[in-house]
């Protein structure tokens, strides 16, 4: 445009001081500018794109190819083309990658009429997350770079990157026993090996059930009383709010929650237990269904935002997969996990307010915590007075601040902690469990 107003602004000079060389130089330029205007519509309004990625879904460690073909279908040969390939910039941040690309995404060629110019790469998948390929961007001008044309096509394609499972050691599957004890709050079985207490005995009582030290102690017949408790599942609770993550920790941080919280949900999961999970994490689904992609960009700038996240999203309803059995149950904890992002919307201790209602009463609690405020505290503490069984699990936590989460989690009552301090021990996280001989006493690596 300035070209066209330097021009006229000239042409307009030239006939006022009636100079015909100066004025036909500008019709020229005016007439070069007009020419190189349309030929570069032209040429970029020809070509034709299409993208193939048969792999929509992946584990971490794969390699998904992509192919892209770009045609001039135009009468005319198109003399410089930039295409690219977008793929998120967060993805692909040197300092930790999520993905890495092998081969070629960006490529600058030349393309004669009829001709298709053929991209193959490579898309080696580091963590797990919810990619965005693509759109594709191409760029062309005129040989004299007077104008640029930018073009959209082919509509993103979306690779879903698993989280990784890791098997917990120690665990039998016959067991009758998983993560935790489910305390009922109906007499339905009685366990054993938890003894609640004596009482004097009574006709009936099984010699199994005599409690011969009390009996001792005291020269008359007591018989022990044992806890009920039944094994009914679990339901994992993640707090991904981002205030919980330092930004020092990340994404390492986070990535081991997720894991985390897969790998309790597989361990449930092959016990044929009920299964579930709610979190306060956003889904990437819901993040680009709500902000879209731009189809129509105006300068290549505003072509890489169109793969870019948004950095605030307020999230106010949590995400949920009821916890029930089902072949499909732990798929769908996967896929929920893959996508997750973190957000700044709900708090832990309001995850728990929006899906108590929704919590079965006979599933243990298994929270997967990366910090301990007063208010989680509370909250996790009021569902043990409740009559529901639960579960700590804490994410990679200093000395001073593991130190205030304990005492905050027992002066609530809740006995059942663990810390992992990484993925390599996560194998032995049912191991490390409470001594159940004091309530004072814990076992802390």
């Known amino acids: 445009m300035k070209w066209f107003v330097g021009a006229l602004l000239l042409l307009l000079a030239a006939l006022l001081l009636e100079s015909s060389l100066l004025a036909y130089a500008m019709y020229v330029l005016l007439a070069l500018l007009l020419l190189s205007r349309w030929l570069a519509r032209s040429w970029i309004g020809s070509l034709a794109a299409t993208r193939t990625c048969k792999q929509i879904t992946a584990e971490i460690g794969e390699r998904v190819p992509v192919e892209v073909s770009i045609t001039n279908t135009g009468g005319l040969p198109v003399p410089w083309l930039l295409v ?195 979190t306060n994490g956003r889904d990437a689904v819901d993040r680009i269904k709500t902000e879209g ?32 059995r089902g072949v499909e149950q732990l798929q769908r904890i996967r896929e929920m996990l893959a996508r997750i992002e973190l957000t700044d919307g709900l708090s832990f201790a309001e995850l728990v307010s929006e899906t108590i209602s929704r919590l079965p009463r006979d599933a243990t609690i298994l929270a997967v915590l990366p910090e301990v405020p007063v208010e989680t505290a509370i909250t996790l503490g009021n569902l043990g007075r409740a009559g529901l069984a639960v579960a700590v699990v804490l994410i990679l936590l200093d000395d001073a601040p593991l130190e205030r989460a304990y005492g905050r989690l027992v002066s609530e009552g809740i006995r059942d902690i663990r810390h992992l301090k990484s993925e390599e021990e996560l194998p032995e996280l049912c191991r490390r469990q409470v001594d159940r001989s004091s309530p004072y006493t814990y076992i802390v690596s």
Not at 114 to 134: P, S, V
């Open 293 to 324: 992609w731009e189809h129509d960009p105006r300068t290549r700038q505003d072509a890489r935002a169109t793969a870019a996240m948004s950095e605030n999203n307020e999230r106010l309803q949590p995400l949920l997969v009821q916890t029930r």
């Open 84 to 278: 690219e390939d977008l793929l998120p910039q967060y993805a692909l941040d040197k300092r930790f990658p999520r993905i890495k690309i092998k081969g070629k995404r960006l490529q600058i060629a030349m393309l004669r009429s009829g001709a298709t110019l053929e991209m193959k790469y490579q898309i080696e998948c580091l963590m797990r997350g919810y990619f965005q390929i693509g759109p594709l961007t191409l760029e062309s001008g005129d040989l004299f770079g007077l104008h640029r044309r930018f073009r959209v096509l082919t509509e993103p394609t979306f690779l879903l990157v698993y989280p990784r499972i890791v098997p917990l050691l120690g665990y039998d599957i016959a067991s009758r026993r998983p993560i935790g004890d489910v305390r009922l709050m109906h007499r339905l079985y009685e366990d054993p090996t938890r003894i609640a207490g004596v009482r004097p005995y009574e006709a009936g009582d099984p010699l199994n059930r005599v409690h011969w030290r009390a009996t001792a102690r005291t020269g008359a017949l007591h018989s022990k009383i044992h806890e009920p408790s039944t094994l009914s599942g679990a339901t994992v609770l993640l707090d991904f709010h981002q205030a919980g993550y330092h930004q020092q920790g990340e994404p390492f941080r986070s990535e081991l929650a997720v894991t985390t919280a897969v790998s309790l949900a597989n361990a449930v999961y092959e016990m044929g237990q009920q299964i579930g999970l709610a």
